[in-house]
Nanobody
Framework: QVQLAESGGGSVQAGGSLRLSCAAS????????MGWFRQGPGKEREFVAD????????YYADSVKGRFAISRDNVKNTVDLQMTSLKPEDTAVYYC?????????????????WGQGTQVTVSS
């Protein structure tokens, strides 16, 4: 089992920045790829960003590329999502998730463990 807990959400005006953090506990953190997903009102959960086990490779949804950055610390067992140039359409509940897969996957069902989510609201 891996337990995940997000923090850092909040309300911000368009163009602003937020940093989300996800703390992991349980099994060896570095054995898991980590991802960030989001779910807006009335929408399905969608992929945002992914980072490999070592942190050497990252992957982003086109909608956030160049604005968001994912990083991880395998000593502190955390994965962060730095969000800049935020837009109203970024408003959603953001979730971190863990998968034991070696290769990138953007499909929520491939992730075994999920946090409870943190709300991000961007006003225009």
């Amino acid at each position: 089992q891996v337990q995940l807990a997000e923090s850092g959400g909040g309300s911000v005006q368009a163009g602003g920045s937020l940093r989300l953090s996800c703390a992991a506990s349980g099994r060896t953190f570095s054995n898991y790829r980590m991802g960030w997903f989001r779910q807006g009102p009335g929408k399905e959960r969608e992929f945002v960003a992914d980072i490999s086990r070592s942190g050497s490779n990252t992957y982003y949804a086109d909608s956030v590329k160049g604005r968001f950055a994912i990083s991880r610390d395998n000593v502190k067992n955390t994965v962060d999502l730095q969000m800049t140039s935020l837009k109203p359409e970024d408003t959603a509940v953001y979730y971190c998730a863990a998968t034991p897969r070696w290769l990138i996957t953007t499909t929520p069902k491939d992730y075994n463990y999920w946090g409870q989510g943190t709300q991000v609201t961007v006003s225009s």
